[in-house]
């Protein structure tokens, strides 16, 4: 997979470094030279860059990536402007880094309705989750293990856990199915938790499945979705 991220302070470089020793490929951008010749032999490939001018970022291989992640931190004003450039050049996957709930409200009101936190999510996590499409949350259990929240693929809707064969096709294993109760029986708010499901389990309409596994299997699994 391919990934910019643009500000490479402690955030953006952990991001960025941890992408890229994961084997993808990755464009660190920054504008600071101290920052980026700091980080060349840690990154794929590092460019100081003003991000605020709109010619600039046009250089940019902005529909040949998997998502571009603006991790600018302090300067919310260089943040805004560079997010709005990239949503009005139609980058695709725009993450935008937030640092309070103002700065979230602006970059919703400009169309970037993807942000992380990393004071409330560490770079690994949103690492784990750029990785995995589709997931909802995901849980790092050691260097190759994870756990994976998906909503369940429509194909498997009204079909048996057994059916599925996540087992046996993915070596993946439910650990367990969260789902709606039934309306007029239980506020739709309110979930169910079924822990260790057996196969005769059958998916239903906004049900999320948890599963545990090795995280290539995890990627081929949301491949399929």
Known sequence: MKFIVIGLGYFGSTLAI?????????????????????????????????????????????????????????????????????????????????????????????GIENTVHPESETAMAISLQLQVKNALKITEIDANNVIVEFKVPQKYISHTLETANL??????????????????????????????????????EDDVIIVAGLLDNMKKFAAEQ
Do not use: C, W
């Open 18 to 110: 941890s992408l890229t020793e994961q084997g993808h490929e990755v464009i660190g951008i920054d504008n600071k030279f101290e920052r980026v010749d700091e980080l060349k032999n840690q990154i794929g490939n590092v460019m100081e860059m003003d991000t605020t001018n709109e010619n600039a970022v046009k250089t940019l291989p902005l529909n040949d990536t998997d998502a571009v992640i603006v991790a600018i931190g302090e300067d919310v004003g260089s943040s805004i402007l560079t997010l709005s450039i990239l949503k009005k050049l139609n980058a695709n996957n725009i993450i935008g880094r937030i640092i309070s709930p103002m700065h979230k409200s602006i970059l919703n009101q400009i």
């Open 167 to 204: 087992e046996s096709r993915f070596k993946l294993k439910t650990v367990a199915i969260k789902s709606v109760g039934k309306k007029g029986l239980i506020p739709r708010e309110q979930t169910i938790t079924t822990l260790s499901p057996d196969g005769n389990y059958i998916f239903k």
